[in-house]
């Protein structure tokens, strides 16, 4: 079994920064791919970054390109997102993910194992 737990995030003002954090434990093939996704109140999860086995390669949605940095230390099993240039929408619980594969993928169904989420709010 594969257990992935956030921590980090909590309140931060429109043009600040949050980091939220991924520890991962278990077997360790289950991780080649790492990502983060996020949900908003009443909106469906969404693809936020992603990041390979290598740290070689990496993806992000649009709105949060130059923003946001998503990066990876696997002597420590972590993985982790650097929100910078904050936005009110970009408001919602971030979910760290897990991926059984080596290939990169934005699609939250193609992710094997979930974190509990974290919350992070933006305010204006």
């Known amino acids: 079994q594969v257990q992935l737990v956030e921590s980090g995030g909590g309140l931060a003002q429109a043009g600040g920064s949050l980091r939220v954090s991924c520890a991962a434990s278990?077997?360790?093939?289950?991780?080649?791919?790492m990502g983060w996704f996020r949900q908003a109140p009443g909106k469906e999860r969404e693809f936020v970054a992603a990041i390979d086995f290598s740290a070689s390669s990496t993806r992000y949605l649009d709105s949060v390109k130059g923003r946001f940095t998503i990066s990876r230390e696997n002597a420590k099993n972590t993985v982790d997102l650097q929100m910078n240039s904050l936005k009110p929408e970009d408001t919602a619980v971030y979910y760290c993910?897990?991926?059984?594969?080596?290939?990169?993928?934005?699609?939250?169904?193609?992710?094997?194992?979930w974190g509990q989420g974290t919350q992070v709010t933006v305010s204006s």
């Open positions: 278990g077997r360790s093939a289950s991780w080649y791919v």
């Open positions: 993910a897990a991926r059984s594969s080596y290939f990169l993928s934005t699609n939250a169904r193609e992710f094997d194992y």
